[in-house]
């Protein structure tokens, strides 16, 4: 990989939409001049993720995670800050300018970009051998053409072919400079003891698997001839790029027609996936086979609350998979399920009816839990033992649903449903859910001193010299308000030595530095002081400082401080003015804030050094010294004074 220039970064950064890079990962909703959503770094029942437009960043409150739309695809998407880079500028059709990396810089790309380059290598391997071999056509592509598969989904999917011969794929990348330990790490090649080498897929249809950007991960191979001792499909396993718990095929395709429909649909297999999304259902999942995860489950709330689960006709493979269900619950999602008729499954159904009529089936979706209360009834039979431990199971399901009023509402059907009193329907609830509460509870640690205790004190000393909240307080109006400019009043002694007062615009940037620069303050806290450095050096430089800077600095610790310093989780609603309800904010009184700050500031600093001579007068000896300490602290004193007189004044103003 080659490096990007400057200016290519900056126009990246310039040109990106950070709500809307973000919204293809998180489902956001506007909330005033902000959008709000779901944590995607964490589970959580309340919306605490926050993007600004306006800021150009995110911040996440319940991971304490926060940037520019760079830093979200890190951290989201694991990306090195090229790979972030090149993802926006392609995005936005950026041309990248970048100068050649030299031999040592091409050796040291990390393995996970390599992984990256060679499964990208294999799926266009695959796709070629699909489209344009003898073999590719004959066999791989007649079996999709017999799933109606046109040209446009084939290149949509990727969808490839691997040829019969055993290392026909290993072969190639090595003829093309792919080394042999990255296809072992993949898994595309398989390495016997004695050193023989072998493809994994061999003469099958291939389905690549996607992450959520759109980079190929791993793949599904499926065999088209029935041999005995070979499973029908194949998957990559597991590497550093591949987890298949945390995958879900279809997704990157998915995704934005998820968030804009409100609902996800989960089914089987890649071509049920495929199938659904050619008919125009294109809000699409898949598990690809397996019981679906927790971390899938997560990768689905990121975009939407509802899910729908198509099964096919078979009450074994309903019933098996109630427990993946329980998971979607806990996590506080509405489940609906669909069944397909005998015989059917999604991809043979939309392909034998009219998007009308998949349309109308799909309509017909039932709520889970009365789905699995009806299901579970009839297999009951009237049989009192066996009804018991259907309501004790349904019961079961329902105290999954963290929500206490989809709880009440749900007991008040079953109750009917089951034709059983709501109030022992409530009773065996509240006894479930006190078990689990129970079950949760950490063992109280048993507690034996090794020796006696030393004597404790009755009251623990406040430290009256920490400066945290008023240096902090400082380096937020750098942040958020440096730009922004006030009237101050600057008096200037005449050559008669009267005193001119007049009347001045400064950016309340300037104002705050060259008051802190006047006065020889520093800070306590060493990112506050290096972020005030920061500002001073760029303001002296450039005249102005663009907080972006900050936001993108190289220093994790300093950026995270800035995003930190520039969120907010509260804002006003817009429905107070609307009611005519008109409350102060904060950038209508500026000048009074950035004045009490910066007193507040001085205060504090003139208490920091306060304290520290009334220790020094503690073990004093000489009393010229102390006549000399006492007369400072009396100065200090004084102007404290002052200071807090002329920050009531500002208060009460």
């Not at 109006?477 to 922004?484: D, E, I, S, T």
């Not at 300037?510 to 450095?533: G, H, S």
Request: some cysteine; proline content about 3%; glycine content about 4%.
């Amino acid at each position: 990989m080659s490096r990007i220039s400057k200016e290519t970064i900056d126009k990246i950064m310039d040109t990106a939409n950070i709500e809307e890079v973000i919204g293809e990962f998180v489902s956001l909703k506007k909330s005033g001049q902000n959008y709000k959503g779901f944590s995607p770094f964490t589970e959580e029942r309340n919306p605490s993720f926050f993007v600004s437009p306006a800021k150009g960043i995110f911040k996440c409150f319940s991971s304490n995670k926060g940037g520019s739309v760079v830093t979200f695809l890190m951290e989201h998407e694991h990306y090195t800050y090229p790979e972030a880079l090149r993802f926006l500028a392609k995005k936005y059709g950026i041309e990248i300018e970048e100068k050649e990396q030299s031999p040592e810089e091409k050796e040291r790309m990390d393995t996970r970009e390599a992984l990256f380059h060679v499964n990208t290598f294999a799926q266009k391997y695959f796709h070629e051998q699909l489209l344009e071999t003898d073999e590719g056509k004959s066999i791989g592509l007649s079996y999709f053409k017999e799933r109606d598969y046109n040209k446009e989904i084939i290149e949509k999917f990727g969808l490839g072919y691997s040829p019969e011969s055993w290392d026909a794929l290993t072969e190639h990348a090595l003829a093309n400079g792919y080394k042999l330990d990255y296809l072992t790490k993949t898994g595309l090649t398989i390495e016997r003891d004695d050193k023989k080498r072998y493809d994994r897929f061999r003469a099958r249809v291939m389905f690549p698997i996607y992450n959520l950007s759109g980079r190929v991960v791993g793949f599904g191979g499926r065999i088209l001839t029935k041999e005995e001792n070979k499973p029908k499909y194949v998957n990559s396993p597991e590497s550093e790029i591949y987890n298949k718990s945390a995958v879900l095929y279809g997704l990157n395709l998915a995704k934005s027609e998820i968030i804009r429909q409100d609902k996800c649909y989960l089914v089987e297999g890649y071509t049920d996936v495929i199938s659904m999304y050619k008919a125009g259902f294109e809000n699409v999942v898949s598990s690809s086979g397996t019981a679906l995860t927790p971390d899938q489950i997560r990768l689905i709330k990121r975009f939407t609350k509802n899910i729908t689960i198509l099964y096919d006709g078979d009450e074994a493979g309903i019933m098996a998979s109630f427990r993946g269900i329980n998971l979607i619950l806990e996590e506080g999602m509405n489940v609906r399920v669909i069944i397909f008729p005998p015989d059917e499954d999604p991809d043979s159904y939309v392909r034998s009816h009219r998007t009308a009529e998949t349309k109308d089936f799909l309509a017909q979706e039932k709520d889970f839990i009365r789905f699995k209360t009806s299901l579970l009834l009839d297999d009951a039979q009237g049989d009192p033992v066996k009804k018991a431990g259907l309501i004790r199971e349904i019961v079961e399901t329902i105290s999954l649903i963290p929500d206490s009023i989809y709880r009440s509402v749900y007991i008040k059907e079953c109750s009917s449903l089951l034709d059983t009193p709501e109030q022992i329907l409530v009773n065996e609830l509240n006894k479930i859910i006190r078990q689990k509460f129970k079950k949760n509870q950490p063992e109280p640690e048993q507690y034996t001193p090794d020796h006696e205790p030393e004597s404790v004190p009755q009251a623990l000393d406040v430290d009256f010299t920490n400066s945290e909240f008023q240096e902090r307080e400082i380096v937020r109006l750098l942040m958020q308000y440096g730009k922004n400019e006030i009237t101050v009043e600057k008096k200037t002694e005449e050559e008669d030595g009267s005193i001119l007062t007049e009347s001045v615009t400064i950016s309340i940037g300037k104002y705050l530095v060259t008051a802190i620069r006047t006065d020889d303050l520093t800070f306590e806290n060493a990112v506050y002081q290096m972020i005030f450095d920061e500002y001073h050096k760029t303001l002296s430089q450039l005249g102005e400082v663009d907080e972006k800077e900050f936001i993108n600095h190289e220093m994790e610790q300093l950026r995270l401080t800035c995003v930190d310093l520039l969120s907010s989780p509260y804002e006003l609603s817009e429905n107070w003015e609307k009611n005519k309800i008109y409350v102060t904010t904060e950038d209508q009184q500026l000048k009074h804030l950035v004045d009490s700050s910066l007193l507040s500031f001085k205060i504090k600093k003139i208490e920091v050094n306060m304290a520290s001579i009334q220790q020094k007068l503690k073990v004093l000896e000489s009393d010229e010294d102390m006549e000399f300490l006492l007369r400072e602290l009396q100065g200090l004193k004084n102007i404290s004074r002052k200071f807090n007189q002329d920050l009531s004044r500002i208060i009460t103003h």
